[in-house]
């Protein structure tokens, strides 16, 4: 009896995007068609984790369609992020506990990049959810995970598609980036539903940033000169912010750092690509989604499991090959 050939599947970074990796996974456990590995980075880490650990393609759904995306995003006062990833952390640690790499059902590879020596940083030893933690952290975005010798950030960076983590590992491999943008005119789009998810979460932000605010000004650490004092008072200010719509643009700066971060990682990723030749590419098309619309989840995850149907017969003809 010959022995049964391994697959990899690498999952690449895109925060909400990534959620389509649900329906990739659901339509090769539909066929019968095994992972043997996984490689991911930022949201590849989060349901790469899970996965290995022991969560299906169903129990995955039923996860990430029950939680309160909008509390993960735990704003902080800007200094090196605007968000700190500690529940995001947490999150990962109650769904699968302590579990270190060594006890995945599944073996797992997650990247980070340490800034301070310019490297990648390959975890597949050790506690996972902190691992995920430090392959999340988008520049600008979460505050980096700080180690005695590290400063590590977001492993897309470097290695948006981390397929060459699983070339020497398993027999061929399946790589998932995304389609962000239409590419031709033959793609007929209509017009994207809006988020409330979005709106819900500037609130968030706005709210989070005057609590600080508040703070700053109840401990007396935040004074105008004598002459503005009463016509500026920032107690007023803050007062009559509060009480105002929140701007459309209340989260250009994530969007700011998300796009040139997205620009890079892009760039990379489709070079990389060119290097690291995987055996299946799939590429969902996200046309109708933002990279923060946690929201359209069930969007995300149709337009994976199409993406992978596509890949299907390519797939089973490769298996088929293999087998001979």
């Known amino acids: 009896m010959k022995k049964r050939r391994k697959i990899g599947l690498a999952i690449g970074g895109g925060a909400a995007y990534g959620l389509s990796a649900i329906g990739v996974l659901k339509v090769l456990e539909d066929n019968n068609i095994p992972v043997d590995a996984i490689a991911g980075t930022s949201i590849g880490a989060v349901i790469g984790a899970l996965y290995a650990a022991g969560y299906d393609a169903d129990s995955l759904k039923k996860e990430v369609s029950s939680v309160e995306w909008k ?12 968000v700190s990833g500690k529940k995001i952390e947490q999150f990962v640690r109650d769904l699968i506990g302590n579990k270190k790499f060594e006890d995945l059902k599944i073996p797992l590879f997650l990247t980070a990049v340490d800034v301070k020596k310019e490297r990648l940083i390959i975890f597949n030893k050790g506690d996972v959810a902190s691992a995920v933690r430090a392959s999340i952290a988008i520049p600008g975005v979460f505050t980096p995970v700080e180690t005695k010798d590290m400063t590590l950030v977001d492993g897309g960076i470097l290695d948006p598609i981390p397929v060459d983590l699983l070339k020497d590992k398993v027999d061929f491999t399946i790589a998932l980036y995304y389609q962000k943008n239409p590419t031709s005119r033959v793609y007929k789009i209509s017009k994207p539903r809006k988020s409330k998810f979005l709106q819900s979460l500037k609130s968030n932000f706005l709210e989070t940033e ?3 605010l508040e703070q700053l ?3 007396g650490k935040l004074r ?3 002459p503005f004092r009463w016509v500026l008072s920032p107690n007023y200010i803050y007062k009559w912010v ?24 892009d760039q990379i990723a489709y070079l990389k690509l060119e290097i690291d030749k995987p055996d299946i590419l799939v590429l969902p098309k996200l046309f109708h ?4 619309e946690f929201d359209k989840q069930d969007y995300a995850r149709h337009q994976g499991e199409l ?3 596509n890949k299907l017969p390519e797939l089973k003809k490769l298996l088929r090959k293999r087998k001979r």
């Open 217 to 219: 000004l109840k401990k």
């Open 307 to 309: 993406a992978m149907q």
């Open 289 to 292: 989604m933002n990279w923060l």
């Open 210 to 212: 005057f609590n600080y």
């Open 224 to 226: 105008l000169p004598f």
């Open 71 to 82: 509390e993960l995003l735990d704003f902080v006062l800007p200094e090196k992020g605007l």
């Open 242 to 265: 509060k009480k105002q719509d929140i701007p459309a643009s209340s989260l250009k700066i994530l969007e700011v750092a998300k796009k040139a971060h997205v620009m890079m990682t």
